[in-house]
């Protein structure tokens, strides 16, 4: 298969972690698409917990056997110019209420004013995941709380580590 011919698709976010959530779409992602492009937003409005190196390498070592059809990559700009530059005719995106469904109509529509080539997929999430967001993972690592069956065992590790040295520093 040629260059050319590979349907690749882009599936954007912070994943400041990755949830089983966000595993889950990009597992059923790679269903669709050839490959599947990572693409970690950097955004320097916000202070990220882990690292993008960390935040790969949560991922990589949650994924299965398709690895090899996963590539990573960290953009900040405009997703659709990212898509281009990196041949990639399809965004990936997860919805897991309507809240969500508003806001990714609203991308939705001036992503492909912007670029017409690049159109957008939408996963509903697995209803064991529907509530489960990186902000709120965060929040109740934060205080302690029970996160396992939300995020991957590696990331579940960081988040304790993470925050007893937060907590060491106070």
Do not use: W
């Not at 935040?55 to 990212?82: C, H, K, M, P, Q």
């Amino acid at each position: 298969m040629s260059k050319s011919d590979k349907k690749i698709a882009v599936y954007p976010g912070t994943f400041d972690p990755i949830t089983l959530g966000h595993l889950d779409i990009l597992e059923r992602s790679l269903r669709l698409f050839d490959e599947v492009r990572v693409a970690i937003a950097t955004n320097p409005r916000k202070a990220p917990l882990f690292s993008v190196e960390e935040r790969i390498d949560f991922i990589r070592d949650a994924l299965s056997a398709e690895v090899e059809r996963v590539t990573f990559d960290s953009f900040n700009g405009l997703l659709v110019d990212y898509c281009r530059q990196r041949g990639a005719s399809c965004i990936v995106r997860g919805l897991r209420a309507l809240a969500d469904f508003e806001y990714e109509f609203q991308f939705a529509h001036m992503n492909r004013r912007l670029a017409p080539e690049v159109d957008s997929v939408f996963f509903m999430t697995d209803e064991r995941n529907h509530y489960v967001s990186s902000s709120l993972v965060k929040e109740v690592a934060s205080f302690g709380g029970d996160v396992s069956g939300l995020v991957p065992d590696g990331v579940e590790r960081a988040l304790k580590l993470k925050f007893a040295n937060a907590e060491g520093k106070s």
